[in-house]
């Protein structure tokens, strides 16, 4: 049991979710609270009240700033705070896989208490980029547009850039249930409740919750508890991967959702806003989080994968422009599909080719120019221009590339995506204008396509 220091009674001002409180600095003239420590206010006004949990998030002098997580609502200056020599924690065991807790560490599935089992703190550093192994191991989703088109690889931060009312959950869901990863440890900020239960029961029916370890943050929840949600997911994560040797994948949605509440409390703290009201730190904030990824040297790997909501969908606020920056590369979603142009993993060069099989590089570029061609043939018909042989064989390949490889609902493993390609490639062209390695043209290139196999395999 953690033991409580010295209370302190005198509370300055309340903003927000943000109290300020009065503590004398020691006799060598500095502070006995730590930035980042656990605070308890207890209002002795109202003994019935639960104590609120705080933490230090600014030290002035004998000024100390304590954000309240369940906001403060029932508190007044006549409050008492406790503070609890300690920062923020969460339980970490083998116990945890499968079940979901709130965005302050509170299971809230129902399940059996946590209490006794270790925990650990939140607020770890960053591994040295200099120290990192090198990405060269990849993490299949079964979604085509990325397995095919854009590697998702070990250790690698990728955000999904989208706009609000795109299936971006769904598709998080799906690679969650898919993907080839030891533990899923999905972290939801902002969430309605209809999300939640969607989220767990996509990973109940596709018997993966026993490797899962949801954070939830819900809309009914107080805004400032949303920031906790990244790093204890991460935290988590880390665990799994440097003392279980686990490879990890981390799904966070929504990190927007999380620099809105950074700005919140920034404007309660009167900072001075930087681009658009955000706080001038956004960049450190995101990467702070972001670098967590990690492959390491004799022991797992951590991969994140979040969704980046883009307002009015310009790429170009504070949030996905600070995000592109620090991440490596980002899946544009929109209108339902993965977009092939916009979207890149500027670390699929380590596996493609190289762990994966020898057509995989030739495939997906001469998918992607056929379909670059498709778009130029489907503008020329919608101008009315006449169209050759040859154009209307390019319209057939880009109306079977969408329906059969960027519909997201479409999953199949890697080879069988790669023989798709072969397959609808034959279906439109003749073996010579694929303009390939003839070598590759003779292994692969389909002799009947009679043999087509459709589109694959789609969840309904």
């Known amino acids: 049991m953690t033991q409580l220091l010295v209370r302190y009674s005198k509370i300055l001002e309340i903003v927000g979710d943000i109290?300020?409180?009065?503590?004398?600095?020691s006799e060598?003239?500095?502070s006995p609270i730590c930035f980042g420590d656990l605070?308890?206010?207890?209002?002795?006004?109202?003994?019935?009240?639960?104590?609120?949990l705080a933490q230090v998030i600014l030290l002035e002098r004998e000024e100390v700033s304590l954000q309240v997580f369940s906001g403060t609502k029932g508190l007044s200056t006549h409050s008492v705070v406790r503070f609890l020599g300690r920062s923020m924690e969460v339980t970490f065991s083998p116990n945890i896989l499968g079940r979901a807790f709130s965005g302050t560490g509170r299971a809230i599935d129902n399940g059996p208490t946590l209490t006794e089992e270790p925990k650990i703190e939140i607020d770890g550093p960053t591994v040295n980029p200099a120290r990192r192994v090198l990405a060269s191991h990849m993490i299949r989703t079964d979604v085509p547009m990325i397995d095919v088109f854009n590697c998702l690889v070990e250790s690698q931060k990728i955000p999904v850039f989208s706009v609000a009312g795109e299936p971006y959950n769904q598709l998080l869901a799906q690679i969650g249930t898919h993907a080839d990863a030891d533990v899923v440890v999905f972290g939801g900020i902002g969430l309605v409740f209809d999300d939640y239960h969607f989220f767990r029961q996509a990973f109940e029916e596709a018997g993966v919750l026993a490797r899962t370890v949801m954070f939830v943050h819900q809309g009914s929840d107080p805004t400032v508890e949303g920031l906790l949600v990244p790093d204890m997911a991460l935290a988590v994560a880390e665990r799994f991967a440097v003392e279980e040797g686990k490879r990890v994948l981390v799904l966070l949605t929504d990190m927007t959702a999380y620099a809105d509440a950074l700005k919140?409390?920034?404007?309660?703290?009167?900072?001075?806003?930087?681009?658009?009201?955000?706080?001038?730190?956004?960049?450190?904030?995101?990467a702070r989080r972001y670098e967590k990824a990690c492959d390491y040297k004799g022991a797992g790997s951590v991969t994140i994968l979040s969704v980046t909501t883009m307002p009015g969908d310009?790429?170009?606020?504070?949030?996905?422009?600070n995000t592109g920056y620090i991440t490596e590369g980002q899946f544009y979603l929109h209108d339902g599909v993965i977009d092939p142009f916009g979207s890149l993993s500027r670390l699929k060069q380590h596996v493609i080719g190289k762990v994966t099989r020898e057509d995989h590089s030739q495939i997906m570029n001469t998918m992607v120019r056929f379909y670059a061609e498709s778009q130029d043939a489907a503008q020329k018909q919608a101008m009315s221009f006449e169209l050759s042989e040859y154009d209307e064989r390019l319209l057939r390949f880009g109306s079977l590339f969408r329906e059969r490889f960027m519909n997201i609902r479409v999953t199949m493993p890697l080879e069988e995506a790669l023989d798709l390609c072969w397959e609808t490639l034959a279906a439109c062209f003749e073996p010579h204008e694929l303009l390939m390695k003839q070598a590759l043209v003779d292994k692969y290139f389909p002799t009947d396509i009679n043999t087509l196999s459709g589109v694959g395999q789609s969840e309904g």
């Not at 919140?264 to 995101?286: A, C, F, K, T, W």
């Open 19 to 25: 109290v300020k409180v009065h503590v004398p600095l």
């Open 28 to 30: 060598q003239g500095s």
């Open 39 to 52: 605070a308890l206010i207890e209002n002795e006004e109202n003994s019935a009240q639960r104590a609120a």
């Open 264 to 286: 919140e409390v920034g404007i309660s703290m009167e900072h001075v806003p930087s681009n658009r009201g955000y706080i001038g730190d956004l960049y450190s904030q995101l």
């Open 314 to 321: 310009d790429v170009t606020h504070p949030v996905p422009d």
